[in-house]
């Protein structure tokens, strides 16, 4: 009985240090996007936010199936899709009614379009070319993905997946072989091309949602990503040198589509970039878990739990964690739109890049934050409206 309490116990710890990890990501979005704001403006800026962006939606997709995992262990097949639509379709609708519109009319704005007054831009927005779901298209795919991914990850938890699970461990623990699991991802990128959502084909991130399940599903990867994070950052370095090589001297001919051709070179380049992709994903996810679920147990309550029901206290780590649980996904939501905003008045100020940054992309994440805190998690419509679970 002692050891069923262990295993729980350590089950919501990995939980714990997930949700900690998913907020630090979310959060960082902040400043990946707060420099699309200005990279055009700098060529360092522009290649510190292509590095971002060879892992900043891939660790979403992980991150998020890592809690697929955690969602199916107290949910049956039905109950699941109900809470996909509840948790993702909802908020993607309400994101796109109220959230997006104002980055498309501050977008036309800043590139010196006249939208003319808001509300009538509204009727252009719905009624045109002019409708997209902006950053929410990641809703979409997780939905998508994680329903029609369903039967396998049911599958994977059933007696008839362990050996599959046993064969994905074994290779993790081999030299190399957690590098071998993202073999889809660099084939799919050479194959189908990088021209998608986020900087990647679409079809990459199903590899990066199921690794993610994965890692919650199998300890034995979770400890490998865990142990090689700085494997991970190595081979990292070196594809993005080589891609950086590639672009720099315009191997292949300068005129050539990277991201599109089928070139030698352009499928050269996008194999690069998957490696690239995979590896600085497994990096910053296998680093970040470490250090978070560190300060987890170094900085929690020191009577958070003796082992005997009812005794948990607790730490201000594990409140931090809890409450990135809740917040990520409407912080999400709603994270682009003061961006867009702030950054469209603060980059015609007379002030140095480096500044600018910092005033874009603090005040922004304040500013989510505040309206997360007093106007969406205290009302149960609202926490409804952004996939929250009623209080």
């Given at each position: 009985m002692r050891s069923v309490a262990v295993g729980t116990r350590a089950a919501e710890r990995r939980r714990l240090d997930l949700d900690l990890t998913r907020g630090v990501v979310v959060a960082c979005l902040v400043f990946f996007h707060a420099a699309y704001t200005l990279n055009s403006a700098n060529p360092m800026l522009m290649r510190s936010a292509f590095l971002a962006k060879l892992f900043a939606m891939p660790l979403m997709f992980v991150v998020a199936g890592a809690g697929i995992w955690f969602s199916l262990r107290s949910r049956v097949a039905r109950?699941?899709?109900?809470?996909?639509?509840?948790?993702?379709?909802?908020?993607?609708?309400?994101?796109?009614?109220?959230?997006?519109?104002?980055?498309?009319?501050?977008?036309?704005?800043?590139n010196g379009e006249d939208p003319g007054p808001y509300w009538q831009f509204l009727g252009r927005f719905f009624g045109s070319g002019l409708f997209?779901?902006?950053?929410?298209?990641?809703?979409?795919?997780?939905?998508?993905?994680?329903?029609?991914?369903?039967?396998?990850?049911?599958?994977?938890?059933?007696e008839s997946g362990r050996p599959t699970l046993d064969r994905m461990a074994l290779l993790s623990t081999r030299p190399g072989g957690l590098f071998l699991l993202g073999a889809p991802v660099a084939v799919v990128e050479a194959a189908f091309g990088s021209a998608g959502a986020g900087g990647w084909n679409v079809l990459a991130y199903v590899s990066f949602l199921v690794l993610g399940f994965l890692i919650s599903a199998e300890p034995r990867i979770r400890d490998a990503v865990l142990a090689a994070w700085w494997q991970a950052v190595l081979?990292?370095?070196?594809?993005?040198?080589?891609?950086?090589?590639?672009?720099?001297?315009?191997?292949?001919?300068?005129?050539?589509?990277l991201g599109t051709g089928y070139t030698f070179w352009a499928i050269v380049w996008r194999l690069l970039k998957g490696i690239a992709g995979w590896a600085?994903?497994?990096?910053?996810?296998?680093?970040?878990?470490?250090?978070?679920?560190?300060?987890?147990r170094r900085l929690r309550s020191p009577a958070a739990d003796d082992g005997r029901p009812g005794t948990a206290r607790l730490g201000w780590?594990?409140?931090?964690?809890?409450?990135?649980?809740?917040?990520?996904?409407?912080?999400?939501?709603?994270?682009?739109?003061?961006?867009?905003?702030?950054?469209?008045?603060?980059?015609?100020?007379?002030?140095?890049?480096?500044?600018?940054?910092?005033?874009?992309?603090?005040?922004?994440l304040a500013v989510t934050l505040l309206i997360y805190d007093l106007a969406i998690r205290r009302a149960n419509v609202t926490r409804v409206m952004f996939g929250m679970p009623r209080r």
């Open positions: 109950a699941f899709v109900t809470e996909r639509l509840r948790r993702l379709l909802v908020p993607l609708v309400v994101g796109i009614v109220l959230v997006v519109p104002p980055q498309v009319y501050y977008s036309l704005r800043s997209e779901s902006a950053h929410l298209w990641f809703l979409w795919y997780l939905l998508l993905y994680s329903v029609a991914l369903l039967p396998l990850f049911l599958w994977l938890r059933l081979v990292g370095i070196a594809a993005l040198a080589a891609l950086f090589v590639i672009v720099h001297w315009d191997i292949g001919g300068a005129d050539q589509q600085w994903t497994l990096a910053v996810f296998g680093l970040g878990n470490y250090l978070a679920g560190l300060a987890s780590v594990d409140r931090a964690a809890r409450y990135a649980n809740q917040a990520v996904l409407p912080f999400y939501v709603l994270h682009q739109t003061p961006i867009v905003i702030i950054g469209f008045y603060v980059v015609q100020w007379d002030l140095n890049l480096f500044a600018k940054y910092l005033i874009i992309s603090l005040s922004s």
